[in-house]
């Protein structure tokens, strides 16, 4: 099974934090993507990457920056954190050309 | 721009009732999923279609290609079916490499009471 991990379930920092959401799969899949999801609104494309030290925008890239080092793993920073990034972030991947996405369990981020 | 809609937004049901929810996207596609959500978080793929219908136990999806148009459908729905139910397309990219990238409908949120 593929198996997407996210480092925190649940995480509250305060305004102006340094903050990394680290996601790391198990499928050697080329493709991986960070969401943001927000009531009303859906799942949003924040970053995605689709090799190791490459990465693309997605809709919403303000306020967040990632890194891909290693294949298995790709990190969302925050770099000063602010409380409309209050949100629940969901990291994904898949095989370069497939459109199956495997979900990681989410983590809740709150900006106080 | 390349769209999803989703409807309703919010749909509550008694159990045993055949549920539709409805997913129109704007223009043509490479794939469409149904996808749930269960409350904490994980989000499971459903069904992935391109044309017709699939069919898995209580749960069928359709889709109609000219009116970019698909349907989830539970018959005989239980408490359990109660989730968030979320379209996602992939729209179609000539000449280029999608990269897998998918545009979400909004959910349905889907509450089945005993």
């Known amino acids: 099974d593929v198996k997407v991990t996210q480092s925190s379930r649940y995480l509250v920092k305060r305004t102006g934090e340094k903050v990394f959401l680290e996601c790391v799969q198990d499928?050697?899949?080329?493709?991986m993507f960070w969401y943001r999801q927000d009531p009303g609104l859906g799942l949003r494309l924040i970053y995605f990457?689709?090799?190791?030290?490459?990465?693309e925008k997605g809709d919403i890239p303000e306020g967040y920056s990632v890194s891909r080092e290693k294949k298995e793993r790709f990190s969302l920073i925050l770099e000063s954190a602010s409380t409309n990034q209050t949100s629940m972030y969901l990291c994904a991947s898949s095989l370069l050309d497939s459109y199956e996405q495997y979900f990681g369990p989410g983590t809740r981020l709150t900006v106080t | 721009k390349n769209e999803v809609e989703q409807s309703p937004q919010n749909l509550t049901a008694q159990e045993g009732e055949f549920i539709t929810i409805n997913c129109s996207y704007s223009v043509g596609i490479s794939a469409l999923h149904w996808l749930q959500q269960h409350p904490g978080g994980g989000i499971v793929s459903l069904f992935m279609l391109s044309s017709g219908k699939k069919k898995h136990g209580r749960l069928i999806a359709t889709i109609n290609i000219q009116e970019k148009h698909s349907s989830l459908h539970i018959t005989a729905s239980h408490p359990r079916d109660s989730a968030v139910y979320i379209c996602?397309?992939?729209?179609?990219?000539?000449?280029?490499?999608?990269?897998?990238?998918?545009?979400f409908g909004q959910g349905t949120i889907l509450t089945v009471h005993p």
């Open positions: 499928m050697d899949h080329e493709n």
């Open positions: 990457s689709y090799d190791v030290k490459m990465k």
């Open positions: 996602a397309v992939a729209f179609f990219n000539a000449g280029g490499t999608s990269y897998g990238k998918l545009t």
